[in-house]
């Protein structure tokens, strides 16, 4: 294992309690209404409950660690992400579609869809590494990645 990528305690906290503060206060509203609208209660009902729901797989999913080997990227549960030989490039730049703190990797051919709030996603050939991580942490992985592909080039 060359690097390890974990969501920070906090980091996870804000996550979570950003989707599961607004589900509450729906359910909050929705017991408020009851008496005037029944079906207005129901939908605020299901939407508050659907986000608490939400707030708690963000934050059981965000709780793993992403590891680093010189074969993969390997997810939290011990299957991998990539290989290191389906990386096409590494993007950290401003400007790129990636997710806060992190990483975006390009991969050679599609992969399937796969999420976990706050550690990654990968849509396509993309691969988003990221979000509750430190940044420190993903810079670091970043650049381990970066130095394996031109070893392996040259």
Do not use: Y
Not at 137 to 143: F, G, L
């Amino acid at each position: 294992m060359l690097a390890r990528l974990a969501a920070a305690p906090v980091r996870r906290a804000v996550a979570a309690g950003a989707v599961i503060l607004p589900g509450a206060l729906l359910i909050f509203l929705a017991l408020e209404r009851i008496g005037r609208s029944v079906p207005a209660a129901l939908l605020l009902a299901g939407l508050g409950v659907a986000l608490v729901l939400l707030g708690r797989f963000v934050w059981q999913r965000s709780g793993g660690t992403l590891m680093l080997t010189r074969e993969a990227l390997i997810g939290p549960d011990g299957t991998p992400l990539c290989r290191i030989e389906d990386i096409a490039a590494v993007e950290t730049g401003v400007l790129a579609f990636k997710p806060s703190g992190g990483f975006l990797l390009r991969l050679r051919q599609p992969m399937p869809f796969g999420w976990a709030p706050g550690l990654w996603w990968r849509v396509g050939r993309r691969l988003g590494v990221g979000g509750a991580v430190a940044r420190h942490q993903a810079k670091a992985m970043a650049e381990l990645i970066t130095i394996i592909l031109n070893e392996r080039k040259g």
